[in-house]
């Protein structure tokens, strides 16, 4: 494994205030959230946004819209179709890891991010495509970071991925790590670092102190240290995807 499978510490973290500015459509079936840049309804490059376990909601449609105000079209595929982890759940302590990760292994998910992909080249007419996968999403960038389906590939604090996927990769890659992380690991980092090394394309890890496993997405904003490692993880997709896309 490059990086561990979800563990119960991706079931942890907190929601962030703000109102989406993007609509949520159906996609061959699948719920997806698409927003545009401001001003551009025909742009020539998108993001497309793999997420953690709680699926589409707040946090997550926030920093779509973000990606949106730096100018990439982002679209977030519903990749649990509809069995998504919810935020009361992880409330509750009501969170079952054994029996809903065997329902969400790549044959179920492959087909959500290869449809999102086909639709984005496709109806959307986008030329170039990004990818950014937090936490359970980090393992379907490495999986689609192929010519003609992913261009360039953002991760934060991956989950799941194994060597073959990450080495298989066939574009530029980037990486935002916790220094405490169950999942993604000291040990797996740079086991990792060796495997991209072999994989010969351009590559990034910086990793981040005093922050856990999904501050990317789900830190507490209260605290200025972990604030600070989500803007800064948030800057270092873009400026990756602005130099490579």
């Not at 351009?202 to 990317?216: C, E, K, Y």
């Not at 209260?222 to 602005?242: C, H, L, M, R, T």
């Amino acid at each position: 494994m490059a990086s561990n499978p979800p563990s119960t510490c991706c079931a942890s973290g907190f929601k962030h205030e703000g109102t989406p500015v993007g609509e949520t459509k159906n996609i061959d079936g699948v719920d997806t959230y698409v927003v545009y840049p401001k001003d551009n309804k025909t742009p020539e490059k998108a993001i497309v946004f793999l997420t953690d376990i709680f699926g589409i909601f707040s946090n997550s449609q926030l920093l779509a819209d973000e990606f949106a105000n730096n100018g990439y079209l982002t679209v977030i595929p519903d990749l649990f179709q509809g069995d998504k982890i919810s935020v009361a759940d992880m409330d509750s302590g009501k969170v079952d890891f054994p029996s809903w990760l065997p329902k969400h292994q790549p044959s179920a998910v492959d087909p959500v991010v290869e449809s999102t992909i086909k639709y984005v080249r496709e109806t959307l007419g986008v030329k170039k495509v990004a990818a950014v996968g937090y936490c359970f999403g980090g393992k379907y960038v490495c999986r689609y970071l192929k010519p003609n389906q992913i261009d360039v590939g953002f991760s934060a604090h991956p989950s799941f991925v194994t060597h073959e996927e990450l080495g298989a990769i066939k574009g530029p890659f980037s990486i935002a790590a916790a220094e405490v992380d169950q999942i993604f690991t000291t040990q797996l980092r740079h086991e990792s670092e060796e495997t991209l090394i072999k994989a010969g394309q351009p590559w990034q890890i910086n990793l981040f102190s005093g922050v856990s496993h999904g501050f990317a997405v789900r830190a507490d904003l209260s605290d200025p240290k972990q604030k600070w490692a989500k803007e800064q993880a948030f800057g270092q997709a873009v400026i990756w995807f602005n130099q490579y896309l």
